[in-house]
Structure formats: C-alpha cells, structure tokens
C-alpha cells in the first residue's frame, strides 16, 4: 500500500522558517519523482519541487526558487521541504506528493499539512 505522510506545518512569522517532512512507503525514491505541491483557497495547485526518480535532478517553482530546498533521506524514506524567508503568499496546505515523471499530473500524495506564515 501506498502512503505519503507529511509533518510539520504551522503558523510562523514572516521570514521564519519551517521544514516538512514526509514518509514514504509502499514504493522507493528511484520508482518515482517524489516532490511538493502547494494548494491555497481559491487558487490553483502549485507544484513548489520535485526530485526526479533516476538522476535526482530537482525543480523548483518561480516563486520559491532560492527560499526552499528539497532534500531525501533514503534510509528513512523520507523527503523534505526546507522553507527559508517565508512569505504571507506562502501560505497554503501543502502536501508531498509522487508522480513518474517531475511535470506530470501528481500520481499519490498524503493528507496535507497547514502552513501559515503571518505577517
């Protein structure tokens, strides 16, 4: 069974920072992309990083390119999401997701996590 468990939302000060994390099981880091997207009220999901499954190469999003940072750990089966300088327009639910190809339509992904950066 597949499933993707994210951790480590909240609310913080814009300019803080937060890290999420996600646990993976049911499939590996070299069977699928593994990444983040972002969805808030009203707007559209926003796919913010992806790591590609085979050669690692990483995407990110215009609008966090520079502030966030994605990072594994395979022997957690875990993936991360550093967020840095943190923005009122950051916030959103943000959940970890896996697909085949980065750019492709989310295959899997977990429940969501809330983050809230306040001004």
């Known amino acids: 069974e597949v499933q993707l468990v994210e951790s480590g939302g909240g609310l913080v000060q814009a300019g803080g920072s937060l890290r999420l994390s996600c646990v993976i099981s049911?499939?590996?880091?070299?069977?699928?992309?593994v990444g983040w997207f972002r969805q808030a009220p009203g707007m559209e999901r926003e796919t913010v990083s992806c790591r590609a499954s085979r050669d690692g190469k990483i995407y990110y999003s215009d609008s966090v390119l520079g502030r966030f940072t994605i990072s594994s750990d395979n022997a957690k089966n875990t993936v991360y999401l550093q967020m840095d300088s943190l923005k009122p327009e950051d916030t959103a639910v943000y959940y970890c997701g896996a697909v085949l190809i980065c750019g492709a339509s989310w295959y899997w992904w977990g429940q969501g996590t809330q983050v809230t950066v306040s001004s």
């Open positions: 049911g499939f590996t880091f070299d069977d699928y992309a």
